[in-house]
């Protein structure tokens, strides 16, 4: 697995990829701007006067109605249908397995489109259904660039970054699979997908671009028209692209901090080695839109024994002043093979009163997903596991579902 070290010669803080994104002969226009899509259709004939229109009217049908195929696309003239046909798609990822946990949650395993080489790749996507929402837990990278002691998804290695497409193609699968395309009834209005954090497989910070323009085109009001403030990016703590994060995307912010000294943030998240604490928290500070109304959230699993007692509370209380900040709290989610156990959960009460009694917002995550490996850290797959043969059967049943 390669691996850059740091400067002493100690553990690997990132990897390297392994591979880099060739696209099919056929590729999709799911996850092309506009601007791309008018170039495309310019490569097919169609006139400069003619364009906008044509741009809108594949917008509509990608983003709003969840056409997947342009033979859907009743109101485009047959022959450009037939010419779009010829030389793109509107494919997004394939279902290759769905486990429903007995909270309801949903995991998703999604094959990518191959590149016509013979490499197809897996990531993950989880539903979360809540009363008042129902959250989508997106993946930005086939495994992940870093190796956090205490994340089974930091275990595996990374094979590469996902394409814009990718990432919104993950979005248009959930609400294919939850029918979420037409208006309906539900108690927060009418969508079942209501709001996206990146907290699935991989770094965001470490595939901004894709990432951004993903986010862009679900935020779009003519299409999937999510609002940017039920839209949260989870970062490790990549400090040059948090300040990008504010000013280029405008979504929520979320730190994955989980230790409140140096020595112990750097054996649990050995990114601490390369942006230490004081830069994390100063780009914190200085995160473009943060307000007591739009506060940056840090996440804070609860380590038995290792970050939990009444003295780290004390410092992350001490640590976060001067951040519009709530706190996170997150009961370690258990995985074969983790060295770490969830804190007693007394201590967290009392780790989260702390807390809350010094001003900050300190809610304790309910654990979802736990019986599919669908919680928080627990994103790689059992299925890799799975015989060719065994894949294709579960295969089969996701696609009768």
């Given at each position: 697995m390669a691996m850059t070290e740091t400067a002493t010669g100690?553990?690997?803080l990132e990897k390297i990829a392994l591979e880099t994104y060739q696209p099919p002969d056929k590729p999709s226009l799911i996850g092309l701007s506009r601007e791309e899509i008018s170039e495309r259709l310019g490569e097919l004939g169609v006139p400069d006067k003619q364009r906008k229109m044509r741009v809108a009217q594949l917008w509509h049908w990608m983003y709003v109605r969840g056409a997947r195929s342009f033979e859907d696309m009743t109101n485009v003239s047959k022959a450009l249908r037939e010419q779009l046909e010829s030389r793109f798609t509107v494919d997004r990822p394939e279902v290759v397995t769905e486990q429903i946990s007995n909270d309801g949650t949903r995991k998703w395993l999604l094959r990518l489109p191959g590149d016509?080489?013979?490499r197809a790749h897996e990531v993950e996507c989880v539903y979360i259904p809540e009363t008042d929402r129902g959250t989508l837990c997106v993946s930005s990278q086939v495994g992940c660039t870093l190796n956090c002691s205490f994340c089974h998804t930091g275990t595996q290695r990374l094979v590469r970054n996902l394409t814009a497409g990718e990432i919104v193609g993950q979005v248009m699968v959930a609400k294919d699979r939850l029918n979420d395309w037409i208006d309906r009834e539900t108690p927060h209005g009418n969508r079942l997908v209501t709001n996206i954090v990146m907290m699935g497989m991989g770094e965001p910070l470490y595939n901004f671009d894709p990432v951004r323009d993903a986010l862009l085109i679900v935020m779009d009001n003519e299409g999937i028209g999510l609002s940017r403030r039920r839209i949260t990016l989870s970062t490790s703590g990549v400090v040059p692209n948090i300040a990008r994060t504010g000013e280029e995307i405008a979504c929520m912010l979320a730190i994955s901090l989980h230790a409140v000294r140096d020595e112990l943030r750097n054996e649990l998240v050995p990114l601490n080695k390369k942006y230490p604490l004081k830069e994390l928290l100063d780009a914190?500070?200085?995160y473009p839109g943060s307000s007591n109304s739009r506060r940056i959230?840090?996440?804070?699993?609860?380590?038995k024994g290792v970050n939990d007692s009444?003295?780290?509370?004390?410092l992350l209380?001490?640590?976060l002043k001067g951040v519009h900040a709530k706190i996170n709290l997150i009961?370690?989610?258990p995985w074969p093979g983790s060295k770490y156990e969830c804190s007693d959960w007394d201590q967290i009460e009392k780790f989260s009163e702390y807390i809350f009694n010094a001003g900050?917002?300190?809610p304790v995550r309910t654990p979802r997903g736990r019986d599919i490996l669908a919680a928080c850290g627990q994103l790689k797959s059992e299925t890799e596991k799975l015989s060719v043969r065994e894949r294709d059967a579960l295969r089969a049943m996701a696609m009768t579902d």
């Open positions: 100690d553990a690997p016509g080489k013979g914190c500070r200085n959230t840090f996440e804070y699993v609860m380590l009444m003295e780290d509370a004390k209380v001490k640590l009961p370690f989610n900050y917002s300190s």
